[in-house]
């Protein structure tokens, strides 16, 4: 009999490692488990960034507080407030929170499955009329107390892998987590740029319509003095040019309330006026410079992408698991109790009943539907792979596009100085056209540089948001600000006052030409008024 079980044993052990995928040599090199161990898979990054050879774009480690460049207290104060009380970073934390849990629970099945106390109580009667039986009593009570364990070995590495999978898991909910914190910082900055740009080009168009406004009063009173050049079409044209100006400003009104609304929901409020908070203010200007390193370190950067293989490692464990369903499942199982019919006998040594012993269990005739499963995995195991690589491209374009917006975006804005500079000029050298009487001046050709100026001026404004955009851009693409949650808190800063309705500069001057176009009490308009000074904010 010992010769014929040292046989049989060797032929079920081949028999088993057959009808499964995974061979003796292969089982022992995974640890005692079937189904492939995982590696993270290989993934396509460039070398270099296209730009790298600017000199701009410098090598560097740090991009955790990356919102600091800007040196803007306001955008400070919005990032650390969004950080504390955004919802969609707290849906995120609650996932994390399941996800430990789900982890606590695979934990659990490395123990003994089943484990239960039990106890009852009966009251039982036997039949006196059934053949061959005469009970001593028709009634009687049945008292059971005991416990049960069952518990299924890890032969087959079917729970350690399902451990796994639930740590990975874990891993990619606070991986999720930092990715929506990411998000969430890029967008409040992206939000509070928007918000300073707006604002910027509706203070430039206001200031143009005021000035306007000057200068339309001015040529009504020439007009109405019967001063010589002066016509009603020049007036026409100038109150249309106006009416031009002053129209475009509702429609960034518009744009400005949807931001700061856009902004109060990353906030964690509802919908307020932002004035008192964040006042008025320039747009904020980042140094000419970024912070880039290189493109492997989006690999360990960039939340999403460590996300994604994270999720194609807890998938990897799933192929495992479904592979031990070819094999079978061995377990202990024991009942310890007591029996009696009187309660006080419950406990006593001749009341007590037991047992214990090994058990297996094999689907042998489900073949069919537990390969078919274990196929099913692995798909969806490439898929995650392939998920994981795309998501590196995208990671690697997203901070290619940052990059060339935030140099390119420089460029333009020069251009568009240079540009508004001689569009000033050209204003300025009509005015000086029209009030000298010289030859050659064209009121419909003044109206047409002036409406040149306020276009330049507007592109210049976007320009510049358009810089601090591309930047952004560049920080969210790199995956920098998820650190935030491993310091200290930090300190909210003081919201800053909120300076003039238009620039300074633009203020003092719009001020001269009040004083030099509006006419005071019980004085005429004189017949020659001054040269007036360039509108343009220099």
Known sequence: MLRANRKTL???????????????????RNGFKVGPNYRQPAAPVAEHWIDAVDIRAQEGEDLSRWWTVFNDPALDGLVVQAYQQNLSLREAGFRVLQARAQFGIAVGELFPQQ??????????????????????????????????????????????????AADAQLDASVESYDDV??????????????????QERIRLLQFNVDLQKLVLDWTNRRLKGGKAGT????????????????????????????????????????????????????????LPDVVIGIPADLLRRRPDVRRAERLAAAQSE?????????????????TLG???????????????????????????????????????????????VVTYQNTVLQANEEAEDGLVTFLRAQRRAKHLQRSVKAAGAAVDEMFDIWQKGKAGFDFNRFVLIEQNRVQQQDLLAQSKGEIAQGLIQVYRALGGGWEIRLGPGPVVPPAPAAPPGVPAEGAEELQKLRRLLEPQAGVPPPVEPERLPAPLPK
């Open 338 to 384: 007591y029996q009696a019919r009187n309660f006080p006998d419950l406990l006593s040594s001749k009341s007590f009943t037991g047992s214990v012993g090994p058990s297996f269990q094999w689907n042998l005739l489900n073949y069919g539907r537990i390969v078919n499963n274990v196929r099913l995995q692995d798909a969806r195991f490439q898929e995650l």
């Open 115 to 164: 484990q239960n106390a039990f106890g009852s109580y009966s009251r039982e009667a036997v039949s006196r009329s059934s053949a061959g039986l005469s009970p001593a009593k028709h009634f009687f009570d049945q008292w059971n107390a005991g416990f049960n364990l069952a518990w299924e070995l890890d032969f087959w590495g079917r729970f350690r892998r399902a451990v796994a």
């Open 318 to 334: 799933l192929i495992g698991i479904a592979q031990a369903d070819l094999y079978p499942a061995f377990s202990i199982n024991g």
């Open 231 to 286: 016509l009603l079409l020049d007036v026409h044209q100038i109150e249309s040019s106006l009416e031009q100006t002053a129209s475009q400003i509702p429609e960034l009104e518009i744009q400005l309330r949807q931001a700061e609304n856009r902004l109060c929901t990353l906030l964690g409020t509802p919908p307020a006026d932002l004035h008192d908070l964040i006042g008025e203010d320039r747009i904020p200007t980042p």
């Open 181 to 198: 914190l990411v998000t969430l910082l890029s967008d409040v900055a992206t939000n509070y740029v928007q918000v300073r740009t707006l």
């Open 10 to 28: 060797p032929a079920m052990a081949a028999i088993v490692f057959w009808c499964g995928c995974t061979g003796p040599a292969e089982y022992l």
